[in-house]
């Protein structure tokens, strides 16, 4: 079946620091791929998506690129801010064309 | 703003009773809903997937008739955890996506979340 896999947390990043949240998937023909931020006691915020193959999807500064020929969806930000705070979820919806399958979640801290 | 209005967000009953938490789609009509469940700390569990006017489909080891989900209109779904205990204290997401697939461009969008504490 479908399956999402992030890097282990927690990340603890200095503000302006870089960014990168690894994800890698494993799904059935060509998967819808996103990333969904949750900040705490809230629910989850779509933060951006790609729906094919070479797709960048981008918002906010955070950017992440569909690419099939590694299975990955790794989202980047360049400079964080303590506001980025927050756990971030990768996940894809298969051949369902509905159905959100999720990663496990990473928790970011950014410290001032 | 919210596209997807949960209510209450929080709520506290007593172990026994039974508890409402209504999930409503404000700006499209959402042929399907989700419901999910969240531990501390962990990612999100789905429990089941509902069709406007079907009855829902729940995910292997759900248990249906604790956890009654409703899909009565284009705009509402709700899920009632009947006879709570406190293991079944948690933070539920509802999630709901209009006609159409994700595939054919539609996003889904989630609630804000409810929080029950059963004591």
């Known amino acids: 079946g479908d399956s999402v896999t992030q890097m282990e947390g927690p990340v603890t990043l200095s503000e302006e620091a870089f960014l990168t949240i690894n994800c890698t998937y494993t799904a059935t023909g060509y998967p819808s791929l996103f990333w969904y931020v949750q900040y705490p006691g809230e629910g989850l915020q779509l933060l951006l998506k790609?729906?094919?193959?070479?797709d960048k999807g981008s918002n906010k500064g955070f950017e992440a690129t569909y690419r099939k020929e590694t299975t990955s969806f790794h989202l980047e930000k360049g400079s964080v801010q303590v506001s980025d705070s927050a756990v971030y979820f990768c996940a894809l919806t298969g051949t369902s064309g509905s159905r959100l399958t999720f990663g496990e979640g990473t928790q970011l801290t950014v410290n001032p | 703003g919210a596209v997807v209005s949960q209510h209450p967000s929080w709520v506290i009953c007593k172990s026994g009773t039974s508890v409402k938490i209504e999930c409503r789609s404000l700006?499209?009509?959402?042929?399907?809903m989700f419901w999910y469940r969240q531990f501390p700390k962990q990612s999100l569990m789905l429990m089941a997937t509902s069709n406007e006017g079907s009855k829902a489909t729940y995910e292997q080891g759900v248990e249906k008739d604790k956890f009654l989900i409703n899909h009565a209109s284009l705009t509402l779904s709700t899920l009632t955890v009947t006879s709570a205990h406190p293991e079944d204290s948690s933070f539920y997401i509802c999630s709901a996506l209009g006609t159409g697939s994700v595939n054919s461009g539609n996003t889904i969008y989630f609630g804000e979340g409810s929080w029950l504490t059963v004591v």
């Open positions: 790609a729906t094919k193959a070479d």
């Open positions: 700006d499209f009509q959402a042929t399907t």
